[in-house]
């Protein structure tokens, strides 16, 4: 599956975003689609997940009740809306996805930078 990310940008602490990230695969009900970050010097950090359905997501406990993640089934789309953002959250993020059932998400999308200045 090849996943295209889009919707980074900067943006002043407390504003929001919202990222895209279209999936290729047809068979969307068969993956796991989640959102990582990226910050300089630091490693990646899971940020949220879900299914096609919607039916288990999931969030990292930095973004909690901050950040939502949606999708759109029709258009193979998933969505993060970022609200009351952190300069905590600048970092590059990245798309991902991966079979349910896998170990590990093996497809990853090109990454788009947000930038909250502090």
């Known amino acids: 599956v090849q996943l295209q990310a889009s919707g980074g940008g900067l943006v002043q602490a407390g504003g929001s975003l919202r990222l895209s990230c279209v999936a290729s695969?047809?068979?969307?009900?068969?993956?796991?689609m989640a959102w990582f970050r990226q910050a300089i010097g630091k490693d990646r950090e899971f940020v949220a997940s879900?299914?096609?359905?919607?039916?288990?997501?999931s969030y990292g406990d930095a973004v909690k009740g901050r950040f939502t993640i949606s999708r759109d089934k029709a258009k193979k789309t998933v969505f993060l809306q970022m609200n009351s953002l952190e300069p905590e959250d600048t970092a590059i993020y990245y798309c991902?996805?991966?079979?349910?059932?896998?170990?590990?998400?093996?497809?990853w999308g090109q990454g788009t930078q947000v930038t909250v200045p502090s």
């Open positions: 991902a996805a991966k079979v349910v059932g896998g170990n590990e998400y093996a497809y």
């Open positions: 695969e047809h068979s969307t009900r068969t993956y796991i």
């Open positions: 879900t299914t096609w359905t919607g039916a288990w997501i």
